[in-house]
């Protein structure tokens, strides 16, 4: 028997409802399921273990939040899309009744997408022993560890004044950026807040990352693609106020000084497509045409 399980979002009034009519079909067709908010991570994470696939109702931000639940667990993630552009969202609601039985009969196949890992050392630790760290995987108790699958983001605050970052690669000096801010991507994340701050997109199974600075004030202001094994530095340099954002969902206040550590993660997102290979070019298609 199979577990799957299902994922709503508790702001949209149609989440729900979809829910539970997929509780139904998936329980008539012989699978174990339970239902949790997106919002209630404390307690999806207690019913993760065992189960095989997630199903998310909402857009992109309740996958968002689904794929920091579930990546340690390995468990794919099928959206259906209650949101707008719906990038990482596989169905819509309609398709959901023919959907379930498909993968149950084992079709479909996963996309493997990379997350990043980000490192805020505290407590005494140096950036200088964190990078070692992140160099050899090991376990790492000096700060905040995040991980992302769209994008890392250290920014200005509340006050409109632009900040000085400096940013280095491998510990090799990049440059000292003047600007609202510096944006670390995935190839997922190359379609969001990246893009709109004039990145380059990737592919969403590319495994190179993105660094991308936020309206430069004579700083370089292109964007930088790394490899899979590059360790980006961000330093906070000057004392004005200034936030780590993580996906957009997760904000911590920086201090001058602070030094934000990201890396490829060493987990990834697990989707599940029924569409061909070929749908991400053609949701570009349509981006354009908007």
Known sequence: MKTVGLLHHPKLSTSLPLAHEAQKLLEGLGARVWLSSTWDPEKAKTLLPGTELLVTFGGDGTILRAARMAYRHGIPILGVNLGKLGFLSEVAPSQLAESVPRWLNGEGWLEQRIMLEARLPRQGLSAESAREELVD??????????????????????????????????????????????????????????????????????????????????????????????????????????????????????????????RCSPHVVRFLRFRPRTYFTEALARLVLK
């Open 137 to 262: 995987d090991s376990h790492w108790d000096g700060g905040m560890v995040f991980q992302a699958l769209n994008d890392v983001v250290v920014s200005r605050a509340t006050v409109s004044r632009i900040i000085d970052v400096r940013a280095t690669i491998d510990g090799a000096d990049l440059a000292v950026y003047r600007a609202d801010g510096l944006i670390v991507s995935t190839p997922t994340g190359s379609t969001g807040y990246s893009l709109a701050a004039g990145g380059p997109i990737l592919y969403p199974e590319d495994r190179n990352i993105i660094l991308t600075p936020i309206a430069p004030h004579l700083s370089f202001p292109r964007s930088v693609v790394l490899p899979p094994t590059a360790i980006v530095e961000l330093n906070l340099q000057a004392a004005r106020q200034a936030s780590l954002s993580v996906d957009g969902q997760i904000d911590v206040a920086l201090e001058a000084g602070d030094s934000i550590l990201v």
